[in-house]
């Protein structure tokens, strides 16, 4: 196990023994893993909203002269990160309390791979509509990227390929693209001086494209030397 991989378990454990006592909870009030996932998806799409909402605000206040703050985007973030748990408890929960079956496996990653696509869309959306085409176009190689470690992992696992190598898998990106839509209301007015404050958005999206696709790589590689 590498120093990355440890200090994510780490992390991980950390969050388990915040989320365990209202998972308990929610169990003795006959909530159910699937359950979860489709709060999570629900609070997801919610945020992607938000997003799309966000632009077509800012262009409302630059057509009126006025300065764009992006609020709605720091909103989108905000409800990211607070949906983005469910992604951890569902999975915490089917263990735990013995709920683990292969139907809610496979609805569990089908619809993270749509709470992935609808925040991504939205912020290429975003980028296109204020007119950024290559901010937009850099969110298109990052919804490529993140699809892609996704779908290799899966096709590698069916082929019983052990695939776990790479660093930006999906908790990583949920945490970077929360920090972009984040900070780029929140420090709007300390950057704008200097550069346009999308970049603080447009920057880890960048992230994104560059090392999810190259985890999609490595983790081609790593199938290739385990296949005959």
């Known amino acids: ?14 969050v388990y023994a915040i989320i365990d006592p209202p998972i308990r909870l929610l169990v003795r009030c006959g909530a159910t893993p699937n359950m979860m996932t489709t709060v999570g998806l629900i609070g997801n799409i919610a945020a992607a909203a938000a997003v799309v909402m966000a632009a077509y605000g800012a262009r409302l206040e630059a057509a009126m002269g006025m300065p764009q703050r992006y609020t709605l985007l720091g909103w ?7 949906f983005s748990i469910f992604d951890m408890v569902d999975g915490r929960m089917a263990r735990t309390a013995h709920m683990e079956t292969r139907f809610g496996a496979f609805y569990d990653s089908v619809l993270d791979r749509y709470c992935e696509l ?9 980028f296109m509509l204020l007119g950024h085409h290559a901010f937009a176009l850099v969110t298109f190689l990052a919804l490529v990227g993140s699809v892609m470690v996704s779908y290799v992992r899966a096709r590698g696992e069916a082929l019983g390929c052990d695939c776990h190598v790479g660093l930006m898998q999906r908790p990583e990106r949920v945490v970077v693209t929360t920090l972009g839509l984040l900070l780029t209301p929140l420090l709007h007015d300390v950057v ?21 696709n190259a985890t999609a790589v490595a983790r081609i590689m ?3 030397r385990q296949l005959p």
Request: aromatic share 12%; hydrophobic share 65%; no cysteine.
């Open 118 to 126: 609808a925040m991504l869309s939205a912020i290429a959306f975003f």
């Open 76 to 82: 989108g973030g905000v409800l990211t990160l607070l």
């Open 192 to 212: 704008a001086p200097w550069f346009d404050p999308l970049w603080l958005l447009a920057a880890p999206m960048a992230i994104i494209a560059l090392l999810s």
């Open 1 to 14: 196990m590498t120093a990355f991989q440890r200090f994510r378990q780490a992390i991980q454990q950390g």
């Open 222 to 224: 790593h199938i290739r």
